[in-house]
């Protein structure tokens, strides 16, 4: 998670703080195991929060959840500094 986390502050430099919670949501015997992961991911003038939820079907295992998760923090944060860019650069004109 470590490594993932250090990839995520490659791309928003002023990463303030990274909490990846992880839980055990319900235990069946005979579907698998259920993970929620929340990734909450602080940066200057904004808190973006990331949600995984156990799906109905059989659940990927704790690995794939985790990953899944910063894959869609990526994305999120990759959106966010997309925006925060365009917005400076409206505030120049």
Request: glycine share 4%.
């Amino acid at each position: 998670m470590r490594v993932r986390a250090a990839a995520l502050a490659a791309v928003a430099h002023r990463v303030m703080r990274c909490h990846v919670n992880l839980e055990l949501a319900h235990r069946y015997r005979h579907i698998g195991k259920h993970y929620r992961v929340r990734i909450s991911l602080v940066v200057p003038g904004a808190e973006l929060v990331v949600w995984r939820n156990p799906q109905p079907r059989p659940a990927l295992d704790l690995h794939a959840s985790v990953d899944a998760a910063f894959d869609d923090m990526g994305r999120m944060l990759h959106d966010y500094m997309e925006r925060r860019r365009e917005d400076e650069r409206a505030a120049c004109y």
